[in-house]
């Protein structure tokens, strides 16, 4: 099961200026016990490796997709996004950024399911998640939750079957 995992505003944006222009702390709880809960693969690019978690993701298995040949202690690079993700059809694997990867992996047809945080707010972000609306349909939805005085809520996307 390939999933991708984002919040995203209004706009869907979901960085600026290669940063999360938010900060929720209970969002950020969730992504953890997410990742770690299915499977404990993340796949990220490289840039939201290296401007976003900074190091690897404890307690995960961590995959970065990049066309550096350097290795990085404690990731596993990932030179070929289709021939990767094929290796994941039995498997879970978290797909958790950025806006290129996300994009990648949906056109690819690979995406199963997407948890997305609907955050209530224009954050002008100048990355954004894919359009998602004609592929996938809501299955599940959180009531709403507050922090930092922002309006948030949990959904689950199932891809359409056709």
Excluded at 1 to 19: E, F, Q, S, V
Excluded at 37 to 51: D, E
Excluded at 58 to 79: E, F, M
Aim: glycine content about 8%; charged content about 25%.
């Amino acid at each position: 099961m390939i999933r991708l995992i984002a919040a995203i505003d209004r706009r869907r944006g979901i960085g600026k200026n290669g940063l999360i222009p938010w900060k929720i702390p209970e969002d950020e709880q969730y992504f953890t016990d997410q990742t770690k809960t299915h499977g404990g693969n993340v796949l990220t690019g490289s840039a939201t490796y290296h401007k976003t978690y900074r190091g690897p993701l404890a307690g995960r298995q961590n995959y970065i997709l990049t066309h550096n040949k350097k290795p990085i202690k404690g990731v596993t690079l990932v030179h070929d996004l289709a021939k990767f993700l094929d290796n994941f059809q039995d498997k879970d694997l978290w797909v958790a950024g950025g806006a290129d990867v996300f994009e990648a992996v949906i056109k690819l047809g690979k995406a199963d399911e997407l948890y997305l945080t609907h955050i209530d707010g224009d954050f002008d972000c100048d990355r954004f998640f894919p359009e998602y609306e004609q592929a996938f349909r809501l299955v599940s939805k959180s009531e709403l939750h507050q922090q930092n005085g922002l309006n948030f809520y949990y959904a689950i996307y199932a891809k359409k079957i056709s």
